[in-house]
Nanobody, 123 residues
Framework: VQLQACGGGLVQAGGFLRLSCKAS????????VAWFCQAPGKEREFVAA????????YYADSVKGRFTISRDNSKNSAYLQMDNLKPEDTAVYYC?????????????????WGQGTQLTVSS
């Protein structure tokens, strides 16, 4: 599975943006898909994840109520709607996929990664 993330950009605090993750090479309808972010000098951190059926989602405490993860298996795509953005959300965002049912918040469980897309939130 190859993943391509896009949709990042420069946004003012309080604004919104939607990231997209497109899979190719294999259907990822049975995969858990997640978003992680990495700020300069920091480790890659969990943001949100969604199980294959779309009914079960997970969020980092820092984004609960502001970010929404979704997926459209017919389009082999997943999305991260980010609202009420804060400067501390600034990071490179990566989408990832896993075919096994391990801890969805642990980046080490993901075998497929996109290239990352930069989000910058100005104050």
């Amino acid at each position: 599975v190859q993943l391509q993330a896009c949709g990042g950009g420069l946004v003012q605090a309080g604004g919104f943006l939607r990231l997209s993750c497109k899979a190719s090479g294999h259907s990822f309808r049975s995969y858990t898909v997640a978003w992680f972010c990495q700020a300069p000098g920091k480790e890659r951190e969990f943001v949100a994840a969604i199980r294959w059926g779309g009914e079960i989602t997970y969020y980092a405490d820092s984004v609960k109520g502001r970010f929404t993860i979704s997926r459209d298996n017919s389009k082999n795509s997943a999305y991260l709607q980010m609202d009420n953005l804060k400067p501390e959300d600034t990071a490179v965002y990566y989408c990832a996929a896993q075919s096994i049912g391990s801890d969805p918040t642990n980046r080490h469980g993901y075998g497929y990664w996109g290239q990352g897309t930069q989000l910058t939130v100005s104050s």
